[in-house]
Protein backbone atom coordinates (compact mmCIF):
# COMPACT_ATOMS: atom_id res chain seq x y z
CA UNK A 1 0.00 0.00 0.00
CA UNK A 2 2.46 2.59 0.53
CA UNK A 3 4.30 1.95 -2.29
CA UNK A 4 1.04 2.41 -4.80
CA UNK A 5 0.77 5.84 -2.22
CA UNK A 6 4.57 6.46 -3.08
CA UNK A 7 3.75 6.02 -7.18
CA UNK A 8 0.74 7.66 -6.92
CA UNK A 9 2.17 10.89 -5.60
CA UNK A 10 4.80 10.89 -7.86
CA UNK A 11 2.19 10.52 -10.81
CA UNK A 12 0.53 13.83 -9.13
CA UNK A 13 3.75 15.82 -9.32
CA UNK A 14 4.26 14.76 -12.62
CA UNK A 15 0.64 15.79 -14.10
CA UNK A 16 1.15 19.16 -12.26
CA UNK A 17 4.63 19.69 -13.43
CA UNK A 18 4.69 22.76 -16.18
CA UNK A 19 6.84 22.57 -19.02
CA UNK A 20 9.15 25.70 -20.05
CA UNK A 21 7.07 26.10 -22.84
CA UNK A 22 3.66 26.14 -20.83
CA UNK A 23 5.60 28.74 -18.29
CA UNK A 24 6.03 30.68 -21.28
CA UNK A 25 2.47 31.04 -22.31
CA UNK A 26 1.71 31.36 -18.45
CA UNK A 27 3.46 34.20 -18.34
CA UNK A 28 2.39 35.54 -21.46
CA UNK A 29 -1.36 35.00 -20.43
CA UNK A 30 -0.69 36.72 -16.86
CA UNK A 31 0.69 39.67 -19.16
CA UNK A 32 -2.61 39.75 -21.03
CA UNK A 33 -4.65 40.05 -17.70
CA UNK A 34 -2.63 42.62 -15.96
CA UNK A 35 -2.86 44.91 -19.21
CA UNK A 36 -7.08 43.79 -19.54
CA UNK A 37 -7.84 45.21 -15.74
CA UNK A 38 -5.96 47.90 -15.85
CA UNK A 39 -8.53 50.42 -16.37
CA UNK A 40 -10.91 49.03 -13.20
CA UNK A 41 -7.27 49.15 -11.08
CA UNK A 42 -6.55 52.70 -11.76
CA UNK A 43 -10.75 53.18 -10.67
CA UNK A 44 -9.80 51.41 -7.25
CA UNK A 45 -6.90 53.21 -6.70
CA UNK A 46 -8.54 56.63 -7.29
CA UNK A 47 -11.35 55.42 -5.03
CA UNK A 48 -8.41 54.57 -2.28
CA UNK A 49 -7.28 58.06 -2.80
CA UNK A 50 -10.19 59.93 -2.46
CA UNK A 51 -10.75 58.46 0.75
CA UNK A 52 -7.70 57.84 2.87
CA UNK A 53 -7.92 56.58 6.10
CA UNK A 54 -4.95 56.81 9.07
CA UNK A 55 -3.50 54.31 10.84
CA UNK A 56 -6.09 52.21 13.55
CA UNK A 57 -8.97 53.81 10.96
CA UNK A 58 -8.58 51.61 7.94
CA UNK A 59 -12.49 50.62 8.09
CA UNK A 60 -13.91 51.62 4.78
CA UNK A 61 -10.56 50.53 3.38
CA UNK A 62 -10.25 46.86 4.87
CA UNK A 63 -14.24 46.25 3.73
CA UNK A 64 -13.52 47.02 0.13
CA UNK A 65 -10.45 45.08 -0.04
CA UNK A 66 -12.19 42.05 1.63
CA UNK A 67 -15.41 42.77 -0.44
CA UNK A 68 -13.32 42.25 -3.73
CA UNK A 69 -11.38 39.72 -2.42
CA UNK A 70 -14.38 37.34 -2.02
CA UNK A 71 -15.64 38.02 -5.56
CA UNK A 72 -12.22 36.33 -6.54
CA UNK A 73 -13.85 33.25 -4.15
CA UNK A 74 -10.92 33.89 -2.24
CA UNK A 75 -11.02 32.50 1.69
CA UNK A 76 -11.01 35.72 3.31
CA UNK A 77 -9.78 36.68 7.17
CA UNK A 78 -10.70 40.19 8.38
CA UNK A 79 -9.75 42.61 11.35
CA UNK A 80 -6.74 40.59 12.40
CA UNK A 81 -4.42 42.89 14.22
CA UNK A 82 -7.07 45.98 13.91
CA UNK A 83 -8.39 46.28 9.94
CA UNK A 84 -6.18 43.84 8.77
CA UNK A 85 -7.19 41.51 5.99
CA UNK A 86 -6.01 38.42 4.45
CA UNK A 87 -7.06 36.67 0.64
CA UNK A 88 -6.32 33.01 0.45
CA UNK A 89 -5.75 31.29 -2.48
CA UNK A 90 -5.14 27.78 -2.98
CA UNK A 91 -4.63 25.93 -5.93
CA UNK A 92 -5.24 22.24 -4.24
CA UNK A 93 -1.98 21.56 -6.06
CA UNK A 94 1.50 21.17 -4.30
CA UNK A 95 3.88 24.24 -4.00
CA UNK A 96 5.07 26.39 -1.50
CA UNK A 97 2.84 29.14 0.24
CA UNK A 98 4.15 32.51 -1.27
CA UNK A 99 2.69 35.95 0.56
CA UNK A 100 2.53 39.60 -0.48
CA UNK A 101 1.95 42.25 1.94
CA UNK A 102 0.69 45.75 0.97
CA UNK A 103 -0.01 48.85 3.75
CA UNK A 104 -3.27 50.11 3.64
CA UNK A 105 -2.90 53.44 5.73
CA UNK A 106 -2.88 57.50 4.71
CA UNK A 107 -1.14 60.15 6.14
CA UNK A 108 -2.35 63.00 8.59
CA UNK A 109 -0.74 66.06 6.35
CA UNK A 110 -0.89 70.09 6.20
CA UNK A 111 -0.13 70.10 2.64
CA UNK A 112 -3.63 71.11 1.05
CA UNK A 113 -3.08 71.04 -2.66
CA UNK A 114 -3.22 67.21 -3.91
CA UNK A 115 -2.07 67.38 -7.04
CA UNK A 116 -4.24 65.28 -9.14
CA UNK A 117 -8.41 65.54 -10.43
CA UNK A 118 -9.40 62.62 -7.71
CA UNK A 119 -8.42 64.81 -4.60
CA UNK A 120 -8.74 63.70 -1.25
CA UNK A 121 -12.45 63.97 0.47
CA UNK A 122 -10.69 63.80 3.81
CA UNK A 123 -9.68 66.82 4.95
CA UNK A 124 -5.98 66.78 6.46
CA UNK A 125 -5.70 63.36 5.57
CA UNK A 126 -3.93 61.96 2.11
CA UNK A 127 -1.97 59.19 0.22
CA UNK A 128 1.40 60.74 0.24
CA UNK A 129 3.04 57.64 0.64
CA UNK A 130 1.50 55.26 -2.06
CA UNK A 131 -0.34 52.90 0.20
CA UNK A 132 -3.35 53.14 -2.39
CA UNK A 133 -1.09 51.92 -5.19
CA UNK A 134 0.28 49.28 -3.21
CA UNK A 135 -3.20 48.16 -2.24
CA UNK A 136 -4.41 48.32 -5.65
CA UNK A 137 -1.30 46.47 -7.10
CA UNK A 138 -2.15 43.56 -4.60
CA UNK A 139 -5.69 43.56 -5.58
CA UNK A 140 -4.67 43.02 -8.95
CA UNK A 141 -2.12 40.24 -7.81
CA UNK A 142 -4.59 38.51 -6.57
CA UNK A 143 -7.10 38.75 -9.27
CA UNK A 144 -4.60 37.61 -12.36
CA UNK A 145 -3.43 34.65 -9.77
CA UNK A 146 -6.80 33.60 -9.09
CA UNK A 147 -7.91 33.85 -12.88
CA UNK A 148 -4.81 31.41 -13.65
CA UNK A 149 -5.19 29.30 -10.73
CA UNK A 150 -5.75 25.88 -12.67
CA UNK A 151 -2.70 26.61 -14.21
CA UNK A 152 -0.68 27.11 -10.94
CA UNK A 153 0.60 25.02 -7.74
CA UNK A 154 1.19 26.38 -4.20
CA UNK A 155 -0.50 28.34 -1.88
CA UNK A 156 -0.72 32.62 -2.21
CA UNK A 157 -1.58 34.72 1.14
CA UNK A 158 -2.41 38.47 0.29
CA UNK A 159 -1.58 40.48 3.51
CA UNK A 160 -3.23 43.62 3.86
CA UNK A 161 -1.70 45.52 6.83
CA UNK A 162 -2.91 48.34 8.68
CA UNK A 163 -1.24 51.40 10.52
CA UNK A 164 2.31 50.91 8.80
CA UNK A 165 3.08 54.51 9.00
CA UNK A 166 2.42 54.09 12.93
CA UNK A 167 4.92 51.26 12.53
CA UNK A 168 2.29 49.01 14.37
CA UNK A 169 0.35 47.10 11.80
CA UNK A 170 2.70 44.44 11.60
CA UNK A 171 3.22 43.67 14.88
CA UNK A 172 -0.23 43.99 15.68
CA UNK A 173 -0.87 41.09 12.97
CA UNK A 174 1.68 38.80 14.59
CA UNK A 175 0.08 39.64 17.72
CA UNK A 176 -3.44 38.82 16.63
CA UNK A 177 -2.33 35.06 15.47
CA UNK A 178 -1.55 36.15 12.03
CA UNK A 179 1.01 33.35 11.38
CA UNK A 180 -1.71 30.80 12.89
CA UNK A 181 -4.02 32.07 9.47
CA UNK A 182 -0.99 31.90 7.34
CA UNK A 183 2.37 29.36 7.16
CA UNK A 184 4.24 31.23 4.25
CA UNK A 185 7.39 29.62 3.14
CA UNK A 186 7.92 33.10 1.33
CA UNK A 187 6.95 36.67 1.96
CA UNK A 188 7.37 39.77 -0.46
CA UNK A 189 6.52 43.20 -0.53
CA UNK A 190 7.38 46.70 -2.49
CA UNK A 191 7.20 50.37 -2.06
CA UNK A 192 6.30 53.01 -4.28
CA UNK A 193 9.65 55.64 -4.87
CA UNK A 194 11.28 58.09 -7.15
CA UNK A 195 12.63 55.88 -9.85
CA UNK A 196 11.37 56.03 -13.00
CA UNK A 197 8.23 54.20 -13.68
CA UNK A 198 8.20 50.50 -14.17
CA UNK A 199 12.07 50.37 -12.72
CA UNK A 200 11.91 47.74 -10.03
CA UNK A 201 15.54 48.16 -7.53
CA UNK A 202 16.25 45.77 -5.09
CA UNK A 203 19.50 44.25 -3.30
CA UNK A 204 20.24 41.50 -0.87
CA UNK A 205 20.69 42.47 2.78
CA UNK A 206 19.82 46.05 4.08
CA UNK A 207 17.91 48.45 2.00
CA UNK A 208 17.50 51.30 4.40
CA UNK A 209 20.56 51.81 6.70
CA UNK A 210 20.29 50.78 10.64
CA UNK A 211 18.95 54.09 11.97
CA UNK A 212 20.25 54.32 15.82
CA UNK A 213 20.03 56.75 18.74
CA UNK A 214 23.25 57.00 20.56
CA UNK A 215 24.02 58.30 24.06
CA UNK A 216 26.84 58.71 26.43
CA UNK A 217 26.38 59.73 29.49
CA UNK A 218 29.34 61.83 31.77
CA UNK A 219 29.13 62.17 35.49
CA UNK A 220 30.42 65.90 34.88
CA UNK A 221 29.26 69.42 34.05
CA UNK A 222 32.97 70.45 32.46
CA UNK A 223 32.87 72.46 28.76
CA UNK A 224 35.56 70.57 27.92
CA UNK A 225 35.12 67.60 28.41
CA UNK A 226 31.50 67.67 26.80
CA UNK A 227 32.84 69.49 23.90
CA UNK A 228 35.69 66.58 23.83
CA UNK A 229 32.42 64.18 23.85
CA UNK A 230 30.73 66.04 21.34
CA UNK A 231 34.00 65.56 18.81
CA UNK A 232 33.87 62.23 19.72
CA UNK A 233 30.57 61.94 18.14
CA UNK A 234 31.52 63.79 14.73
CA UNK A 235 34.78 61.51 14.73
CA UNK A 236 32.27 58.48 14.49
CA UNK A 237 31.21 59.46 10.99
CA UNK A 238 33.07 58.24 7.75
CA UNK A 239 31.06 60.54 5.27
CA UNK A 240 32.78 63.31 3.62
CA UNK A 241 30.76 64.00 0.79
CA UNK A 242 28.50 67.33 1.23
CA UNK A 243 26.05 65.68 -1.35
CA UNK A 244 25.06 62.80 0.93
CA UNK A 245 21.71 62.26 1.75
CA UNK A 246 20.58 65.06 -0.77
CA UNK A 247 17.42 64.38 -2.81
CA UNK A 248 19.34 64.69 -5.76
CA UNK A 249 22.22 62.50 -5.16
CA UNK A 250 20.03 59.74 -4.49
CA UNK A 251 19.54 59.18 -7.91
CA UNK A 252 22.50 60.46 -9.52
CA UNK A 253 24.13 57.86 -12.35
CA UNK A 254 27.52 57.57 -10.40
CA UNK A 255 27.16 58.36 -6.55
CA UNK A 256 23.48 57.87 -5.95
CA UNK A 257 21.96 54.67 -4.35
CA UNK A 258 22.16 52.72 -7.84
CA UNK A 259 25.83 54.43 -8.74
CA UNK A 260 28.56 52.50 -9.98
CA UNK A 261 30.67 54.69 -7.16
CA UNK A 262 27.72 54.98 -4.69
CA UNK A 263 28.54 56.97 -1.68
CA UNK A 264 25.45 55.14 0.15
CA UNK A 265 28.23 52.18 1.04
CA UNK A 266 29.67 51.37 3.51
CA UNK A 267 28.64 54.57 5.54
CA UNK A 268 28.50 55.52 9.18
CA UNK A 269 26.33 59.07 9.15
CA UNK A 270 25.65 61.52 12.40
CA UNK A 271 21.84 62.36 11.09
CA UNK A 272 21.42 64.82 14.04
CA UNK A 273 23.34 67.64 15.87
CA UNK A 274 24.74 66.22 19.33
CA UNK A 275 22.09 66.81 21.74
CA UNK A 276 23.06 68.06 25.58
CA UNK A 277 21.67 67.59 28.62
CA UNK A 278 22.52 68.79 31.76
CA UNK A 279 21.10 67.22 35.06
CA UNK A 280 22.88 68.34 38.55
CA UNK A 281 26.34 66.89 38.82
CA UNK A 282 25.66 64.83 35.35
CA UNK A 283 25.65 65.29 31.45
CA UNK A 284 23.81 63.12 29.08
CA UNK A 285 24.65 63.49 25.39
CA UNK A 286 22.78 61.91 22.79
CA UNK A 287 22.46 61.81 18.48
CA UNK A 288 21.00 60.03 15.62
CA UNK A 289 23.24 58.23 13.61
CA UNK A 290 22.83 55.87 9.99
CA UNK A 291 24.64 52.73 9.74
CA UNK A 292 24.46 51.21 6.33
CA UNK A 293 24.69 47.64 7.05
CA UNK A 294 25.56 45.39 10.20
CA UNK A 295 29.51 44.85 9.80
CA UNK A 296 29.30 48.59 10.08
CA UNK A 297 26.97 49.32 13.19
CA UNK A 298 29.68 46.79 14.46
CA UNK A 299 32.44 48.98 13.73
CA UNK A 300 30.56 51.41 15.46
CA UNK A 301 30.15 49.88 18.23
CA UNK A 302 33.50 49.27 18.73
CA UNK A 303 34.90 52.30 17.78
CA UNK A 304 32.71 53.96 20.64
CA UNK A 305 33.97 51.71 23.23
CA UNK A 306 37.36 53.45 22.07
CA UNK A 307 36.59 56.87 21.53
CA UNK A 308 34.07 57.19 24.49
CA UNK A 309 36.39 55.59 26.91
CA UNK A 310 39.32 57.74 25.70
CA UNK A 311 41.56 58.70 28.42
CA UNK A 312 40.11 62.30 27.79
CA UNK A 313 36.66 61.34 29.39
CA UNK A 314 38.01 58.15 31.34
CA UNK A 315 37.51 59.91 34.57
CA UNK A 316 34.06 61.19 34.10
CA UNK A 317 32.23 58.60 31.56
CA UNK A 318 29.58 56.35 32.94
CA UNK A 319 27.83 54.64 29.95
CA UNK A 320 27.47 54.63 26.24
CA UNK A 321 24.46 52.84 24.88
CA UNK A 322 23.24 52.14 21.19
CA UNK A 323 19.16 52.06 20.97
CA UNK A 324 16.93 51.06 18.44
CA UNK A 325 14.61 53.67 16.72
CA UNK A 326 13.38 52.05 13.91
CA UNK A 327 13.02 48.26 12.22
CA UNK A 328 15.78 47.16 9.70
CA UNK A 329 14.59 45.71 6.30
CA UNK A 330 16.59 42.87 5.39
CA UNK A 331 16.39 40.79 2.32
CA UNK A 332 17.19 37.22 2.72
CA UNK A 333 20.07 36.89 0.11
CA UNK A 334 18.65 33.54 -1.04
CA UNK A 335 15.00 34.79 -2.35
CA UNK A 336 16.33 37.90 -3.44
CA UNK A 337 18.76 36.63 -5.67
CA UNK A 338 16.52 34.27 -7.32
CA UNK A 339 13.68 37.17 -7.51
CA UNK A 340 16.43 39.43 -9.35
CA UNK A 341 17.49 37.01 -11.25
CA UNK A 342 14.05 36.22 -12.37
CA UNK A 343 13.29 40.01 -13.19
CA UNK A 344 16.20 40.05 -15.15
CA UNK A 345 15.22 37.02 -17.27
CA UNK A 346 12.00 38.08 -17.57
CA UNK A 347 11.74 41.94 -18.48
CA UNK A 348 14.23 43.43 -19.80
CA UNK A 349 15.70 46.66 -18.54
CA UNK A 350 13.30 46.65 -15.64
CA UNK A 351 15.69 45.79 -12.82
CA UNK A 352 18.18 47.63 -11.28
CA UNK A 353 20.15 46.58 -8.53
CA UNK A 354 20.49 48.75 -5.62
CA UNK A 355 24.25 49.68 -5.03
CA UNK A 356 23.94 51.29 -1.19
CA UNK A 357 21.32 51.34 1.45
CA UNK A 358 19.09 54.82 2.26
CA UNK A 359 20.07 56.64 5.52
CA UNK A 360 18.02 58.85 7.47
CA UNK A 361 15.48 56.68 9.42
CA UNK A 362 13.68 55.22 6.58
CA UNK A 363 11.93 52.07 7.29
CA UNK A 364 9.16 49.81 7.36
CA UNK A 365 7.37 47.00 9.95
CA UNK A 366 7.73 44.97 6.91
CA UNK A 367 11.32 43.84 8.73
CA UNK A 368 8.66 42.06 11.27
CA UNK A 369 7.76 39.69 8.78
CA UNK A 370 11.26 39.12 7.77
CA UNK A 371 12.19 38.46 10.87
CA UNK A 372 9.43 35.38 10.73
CA UNK A 373 9.99 34.30 7.17
CA UNK A 374 12.39 34.71 4.41
CA UNK A 375 11.34 37.38 1.90
CA UNK A 376 11.91 40.23 -0.35
CA UNK A 377 11.29 43.88 -0.02
CA UNK A 378 11.47 45.60 -3.52
CA UNK A 379 11.00 49.50 -4.32
CA UNK A 380 8.97 50.06 -7.54
CA UNK A 381 9.56 52.98 -9.54
CA UNK A 382 6.43 55.51 -10.33
CA UNK A 383 7.84 58.60 -11.43
CA UNK A 384 7.36 60.24 -15.07
CA UNK A 385 9.96 63.08 -14.98
CA UNK A 386 8.57 63.87 -18.58
CA UNK A 387 5.30 64.88 -17.50
CA UNK A 388 6.40 66.16 -13.90
CA UNK A 389 5.15 63.68 -11.98
CA UNK A 390 7.72 62.43 -8.71
CA UNK A 391 6.88 59.73 -6.84
CA UNK A 392 8.92 60.90 -3.48
CA UNK A 393 7.09 59.71 -0.82
CA UNK A 394 5.95 62.37 2.39
CA UNK A 395 6.30 64.85 0.36
CA UNK A 396 3.89 67.86 -1.56
CA UNK A 397 4.08 66.64 -4.79
CA UNK A 398 3.49 63.22 -4.66
CA UNK A 399 2.17 61.66 -7.31
CA UNK A 400 2.32 58.30 -9.47
CA UNK A 401 2.23 57.68 -13.00
CA UNK A 402 -0.56 55.24 -12.88
CA UNK A 403 0.81 52.55 -15.26
CA UNK A 404 3.07 51.45 -12.47
CA UNK A 405 0.04 49.41 -11.44
CA UNK A 406 -0.16 47.68 -14.73
CA UNK A 407 3.81 46.95 -14.21
CA UNK A 408 3.49 46.01 -10.65
CA UNK A 409 0.80 43.40 -11.42
CA UNK A 410 2.51 41.67 -14.04
CA UNK A 411 6.03 41.95 -12.69
CA UNK A 412 4.92 39.90 -9.39
CA UNK A 413 1.96 38.28 -10.59
CA UNK A 414 4.28 36.17 -12.72
CA UNK A 415 6.94 36.34 -10.24
CA UNK A 416 5.26 34.59 -7.54
CA UNK A 417 3.49 32.10 -9.76
CA UNK A 418 7.23 30.96 -10.35
CA UNK A 419 8.22 30.96 -6.32
CA UNK A 420 5.18 28.86 -5.78
CA UNK A 421 6.30 26.37 -8.34
CA UNK A 422 8.17 23.09 -6.14
CA UNK A 423 10.84 22.92 -9.25
CA UNK A 424 11.31 26.89 -8.65
CA UNK A 425 11.20 27.45 -12.74
CA UNK A 426 13.24 31.16 -13.07
Known amino acids: MKYVLTLLTISVLLSCKPTENDTELLFEDMATA ?13 DLHQYPELAGNEKRTATL ?44 TEFEDDPVAFASKNPGLRHICGHDVHTTIA ?34 MLEDGLLEVIQPDEFYALHMTPFHVGTVAVKPNEIYAHYKKIVLGLHTQDTSKINAATSYFKQLQNVTDERFGTDSSFEDATIGIVGSSSIY ?103 LFQEEIPGTYFFMGASNFEQNIIAMPHTPIFQVDESVIEYGVRYFSTLLAARANYENIN
Open 34 to 46: SQEMYSELVEIRR
Open 65 to 108: VADYLKELQLEVHENIGGYGVVGILDTGKPGKKIAWRADIDALA
Open 139 to 172: LGIAKNLSLHKEQLVGTYYFVFQPAEETITGAKA
Open 265 to 367: KNYTYLESPVKVQKLQDSTTLSAYMSFSNAEELEQGRQKMDSLFKHKALQDVYEYHRIEPVSYVIKNHPETTKEAMQFLSNHYENALTELSGSFPGGRSDDFA
